[in-house]
């Protein structure tokens, strides 16, 4: 079975600094992808950035990075320049076969 | 470019009432998912379609809840005789095909009474 371990139930970073955001899985799908969705107060989940688990390169899109260590089952989010904006919930799901599993999330909350 | 709709965005209703949520996906793709959201907890999956077939369902879909998508396009999820622990966020997201990103519509929040 899939598992998905995000030990950060709440993180705080000062606006303009960067901040890691941790995600740890467990499968034994021989091929998955790893995803990051960020959810505002709103409820709209939002997707950030995908990793594949047979790219070579660490995904990027923007301010978001993915550092994938594969032997190690880890998929971090990193967020450089943080924004106020960028508070909300975010999740680190696995996905390779049909449905998405979710971790429990970590609130991000950007101070000014 | 229209993303993922879900109808209506907020219902309430009271315990034992019927309600039926409506997800529009994005036009080209195939795969259509529901999956159920509760106060601090992330997105559970429900179900999921490709195209009109339901392929596969949660053992959290009890007797009560069924999901539709009859002409491969739009998909309805009904709940009978709603309870107390049916409120929730109940979400929608489709994906061209399977194994890709998943986009999600803004939730239907639903409150029983």
């Known amino acids: 079975a899939q598992k998905i371990t995000q030990t950060q139930p709440g993180m705080f970073v000062q606006e303009k600094e960067a901040v890691t955001l941790d995600c740890t899985y467990d499968?034994?799908?021989?091929?998955?992808?790893l995803f990051w969705y960020k959810q505002p107060s709103s409820g709209e989940m939002i997707f950030l950035i995908y990793?594949?688990?047979?790219?070579?390169q660490n995904a990027t899109e923007g301010r978001y990075s993915l550092n994938f260590q594969k032997a190690r089952k880890s998929a971090n989010l990193v967020i450089s320049a943080s924004q106020l904006g960028d508070s909300a919930m975010y999740f680190c799901l696995q996905g390779g076969s049909e449905k998405l599993v979710f971790g429990k999330g970590t609130k991000l909350t950007v101070n000014p | 470019d229209t993303g993922v709709s879900q109808d209506p965005r907020h219902k309430i209703t009271k315990r034992g009432q019927n309600v039926t949520f409506r997800c529009d996906p994005i036009s080209e793709h195939n795969r259509l998912y529901w999956y159920r959201q509760t106060l601090g907890q992330g997105p559970e999956f429900l179900t999921y379609?490709?195209?009109?077939?339901?392929?596969?369902k949660s053992r959290l879909l009890s007797d009560r809840f069924s999901a539709e998508r009859p002409k491969g396009s739009f998909s309805t999820l009904e709940i009978q005789r709603t309870e107390q622990g049916d409120s929730a966020m109940y979400l929608c997201?489709?994906?061209?095909?399977?194994?890709?990103?998943?986009?999600f519509g803004p939730g239907t929040r639903l409150l029983v009474l």
């Open positions: 997201a489709s994906s061209q095909l399977a194994g890709e990103t998943q986009y």
């Open positions: 379609f490709q195209n009109e077939a339901q392929l596969e």
């Open positions: 499968t034994s799908d021989p091929s998955y992808g």
């Open positions: 990793q594949g688990s047979y790219d070579q």
